[in-house]
């Protein structure tokens, strides 16, 4: 199975409503229509979960949202590169934004918290209230599950560039359980591009820059 991940930053501060619009109304529902894509999700790093940081680089501060995709396998990718194709000829990209990093990475752990029930394979699809990622080098990640709200972790890796990502989902208080994996991170020596949470995006809630935007 493959992860395959986007880390962006939407380059007008005015426009974050419209591009939340078009991610959760459109272009996240179509990607549906391509056999093989099991999952899709995007969280947002909000101000309070910038705060809530342990670690960014350069290459991602910059970046307010993330999505993965899960698929089934290596062979979905065409199909998804196609669509893409498709609707930036049919003129429905979102063209104010960047991704900084992004790419598919090949699943390569999963474990969940015993109190959840459900197994490792399903813990994405259980509701969360974010997410705590780590991007950089391999963490060890079965130590995520045994924090308090921390239901389950999955672990990615790209071989050619080194590069794991570790993403903890989170369905206690967010911001709280960041203050414990931070002290995780410090206590691990993590570093790398991003070690941090990102919040669930809610439908229609997408007000979360809305006091940075030109007047």
Not at 50 to 75: G, H, I, K, W
Not at 200 to 206: E, F, G, V
Request: aromatic share 14%; charged share 20%; net charge negative.
């Amino acid at each position: 199975m493959l992860g395959f991940f986007s880390f962006t930053e939407v380059l007008d501060p005015a426009a974050h409503h419209a591009y939340n619009a078009w991610h959760q109304l459109d272009h996240l529902p179509e990607q549906f229509s391509i056999e093989g894509v099991r999952f899709g999700q995007r969280w947002v790093c909000t101000p309070a979960c910038q705060e809530a940081r342990f670690n960014v680089s350069p290459l991602l501060q910059s970046c307010q949202y993330m999505t993965l995709y899960l698929m089934r396998d290596a062979a979905v990718l065409p199909d998804f590169y196609a669509l893409a194709r498709r609707l930036r000829e049919e003129d429905r990209f979102f063209s104010a934004r960047h991704s900084h990093l992004s790419g598919p990475y090949e699943v390569t752990g999963r474990w969940a918290a015993p109190r959840v029930k459900v197994g490792a394979a399903v813990v994405p699809f259980r509701p969360a209230r974010g997410v705590y990622v780590v991007v950089g080098p391999r963490v060890e990640a079965p130590d995520l599950v045994t924090h308090r709200g921390v239901a389950g972790a999955w672990q990615f890796a790209d071989d050619s560039l080194d590069r794991h990502i570790t993403v903890a989902f989170v369905d206690g208080d967010l911001v709280s359980v960041a203050a414990e994996l931070g002290q995780w991170c410090l206590r691990a020596g993590v570093t790398g591009d991003w070690a941090g949470p990102l919040e669930a995006i809610d439908p229609y809630r997408w007000e979360w820059f809305a006091k940075f935007a030109p007047q």
